[in-house]
């Protein structure tokens, strides 16, 4: 009995780590790029519906994490194109 209340503080220890980072939430993409008439634009600190929006057109993205050929898009399957804003 006594060895197992030395170890419950390492025990907790453990424990405390793995749900550290089991409940975690995930990290975001830490840059968004929009694609309007050809040019990229970074739109990580840009505001929605003033900067930019994203207007419903199938088969498109809004946003991607790079203007990179093997980018991801940010919302996979959400059929939104990127427009800049004068």
């Not at 220890?13 to 089991?22: D, I, N």
């Not at 900067?51 to 059929?79: A, F, K, M, Q």
Request: glycine share 6%.
């Amino acid at each position: 009995m006594n060895k197992l209340k030395g170890s419950l503080p390492i025990i907790a220890f453990v424990f405390a780590a793995f749900a550290a980072f089991a409940f975690s939430p995930k990290q975001s993409a830490t840059e968004q790029w929009g694609q309007d008439g050809g040019v990229w634009y970074n739109a990580t600190n840009m505001t929605p519906g003033e900067d930019y929006y994203c207007d419903n057109e199938e088969e498109n993205h809004c946003l991607y994490d790079s203007p990179d050929p093997d980018r991801t898009p940010i919302l996979p399957g959400e059929d939104r194109v990127f427009i800049k804003l004068p």
